[in-house]
């Protein structure tokens, strides 16, 4: 008699500490059982290939709020379909602040455009204006309503924080139980090298990354990590994408530090060379922090292998590139510091992981899952809910043929995005079956997901991010509304 509703039968299941043969019992959308023999109403066959947790991806830019009341082009369907595409099966995206307003009005307008969503899904929320309101009266509200991790940028007009207002955050963290997010570059350095290239006639994409060497980004990690420190704080210092900003991270988690550090795909196969294509081309490959080269590629994979780089996110960012409303916004001949930042990678990230990492032999399988699933889940609080494949867990998992050769295109993506920085690149391993709280959503790169099926993640308070109560001289400063 068939005990569960679905049983993933006869695939290798592969948890953050183990690999081993086994069928996936599921039932009222949740693990129920991983054993052998189990007997299901439905059964999805995974013979020869691996069972994985559904990936969490804990930074990406779906459907945006921008000031002028537009939003990002990626919509909430559309990052979902390419998600589940890709075998994503939670993520969390950004709440904006525009400087001189509040938090909780753009976060109840963002939560009606998440209720579309069909992946699981929870917010950070950004602060750009550190005011009095938004610290003292709504970042309580706000944490307490389960958005339980602020986003900063230490660069960027009009979004940064001097660090007056970094401590602010880092504070109001402290006092309700959130973890901060750091977006790491010099504001000051950027700003005067931009200034300096200009002035040089030096307007192509390539300059983007001229205009932010390796040293800015380690020098605001550096500054962020004192900063919470003295604070006593847990920060995860995003989107790292060089050894030497990594080293900085791994010299605070020394000495008990709460710091994490986040890598994402970009960093391990893209390099500043692309940025230096023919024309607006170069366009494409540009983010923040900026692409380096091979060695820091290499150098990050050490750095991961180490732990002290612990999650891969994708940092997908939501709009195009033939499109007003992405990087030709403002034209084909708009100086680099005029193209928006970002690449989109959320289908992209496990296949490009999995296939850089695991084929290539620089990580095992069990390592892929906790840098794709696992990790993120527990360091944002949505464990053991996710990233694990145990009973009790949701069953969000991804079927997938570790053989399987491709060679990326947009289509394959799903996203609504007109390109991908990753056509052309060749992968070994693919997704081929994605199940959402025990529901097929995806078979061989076909999406059949509801909208509004996705829930929102509201995240409780938990142990990991947890201040030490080590303070220099026992004072907590941020117990002051200051
Ligand atoms: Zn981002």
Request: proline share 6%; with cysteine.
């Amino acid at each position: 008699m068939a005990e569960y509703d679905l049983v993933i039968e006869g695939g290798t299941v592969v948890t953050p500490s183990d690999m081993f043969r086994a069928d996936v019992g599921i039932a009222h959308g949740k693990i129920q059982a991983v054993g052998l023999g189990l007997k299901g109403t439905r059964t999805l066959d995974a013979r020869g290939r691996l069972v994985m947790p559904g990936g969490v991806d804990t930074h990406c830019h779906i459907e945006q709020l921008r000031e002028d009341g537009t939003t990002d082009e990626e919509t909430f369907v559309t990052g979902s379909t390419s998600a589940l595409a890709g075998g994503t099966t939670s993520v969390i995206t950004f709440s904006t602040q525009f400087k001189g307003h509040g938090i909780s009005a753009p976060l109840a307008e963002y939560r009606r455009l998440a209720a579309k969503s069909m992946v699981d899904y929870s917010f950070h929320q950004i602060i750009t204006d550190a005011s009095d309101d938004v610290i003292f009266r709504e970042v309580p509200e706000v944490v307490a309503s389960g958005v339980r991790s602020l986003k900063v940028f230490l660069t960027y007009d009009p979004l940064h924080l001097d660090d007056r207002q970094f401590l602010r955050v880092l504070a109001a963290a402290r006092r309700t139980g959130a973890l901060v997010t750091v977006h790491c570059e010099n504001y000051e350095a950027i700003r005067w090298r931009i200034a300096a290239l200009l002035a040089d006639g030096r307007t192509g994409p390539k300059y983007h990354a001229w205009s932010r060497p390796s040293m800015v980004e380690r020098e605001a990690a550096h500054r962020a990590i004192a900063l919470a420190e003295m604070v006593d704080q847990p920060i995860q210092i995003f989107h790292v994408s060089c050894p030497e900003v990594a080293e900085e991270i791994e010299r605070a988690q020394r000495r008990g530090v709460k710091v994490w550090g986040e890598t994402c795909p970009q960093y391990f196969v893209l390099s500043s060379a692309h940025m230096d294509r023919p024309g607006f081309e170069g366009a494409k490959f540009m983010c923040s922090p900026a692409p380096r080269d091979e060695a820091a590629s290499e150098g990050l994979w050490e750095e991961v292998r180490r732990g002290t780089l612990d999650v891969i996110s994708s940092d997908h960012s939501g709009y195009g590139y033939d499109s007003p409303r992405g990087k030709r916004a403002h034209g084909d001949n708009a100086p680099f510091n005029d193209i928006p930042n970002g690449v989109p990678g959320l289908g992209s990230r496990l296949p490009i992981v999995f296939s850089e990492g695991v084929s290539k032999g620089r990580i095992d399988a069990c390592e892929f899952v906790r840098l794709t699933s696992s990790n993120p889940a527990r360091l944002f609080g949505l464990h053991p809910r996710k990233g694990t494949i145990a009973p009790g867990a949701d069953a969000d998992l991804v079927v997938w043929d570790a053989e399987k050769r491709v060679t990326i295109t947009n289509d394959l993506l799903q996203h609504v995005i007109d390109y991908t920085p990753y056509d052309g690149l060749e992968v070994t391993g693919w997704p081929v079956a994605t199940v959402r709280r025990g529901e097929i959503v995806m078979r061989d790169g076909k999406v059949q997901a509801e909208p509004g099926s996705g829930q929102f993640l509201a995240r409780e308070p938990y142990a990991m991010i947890r201040p030490t109560g080590r303070l220099p001289d026992g004072f907590d400063a941020s117990a002051f509304l200051v």
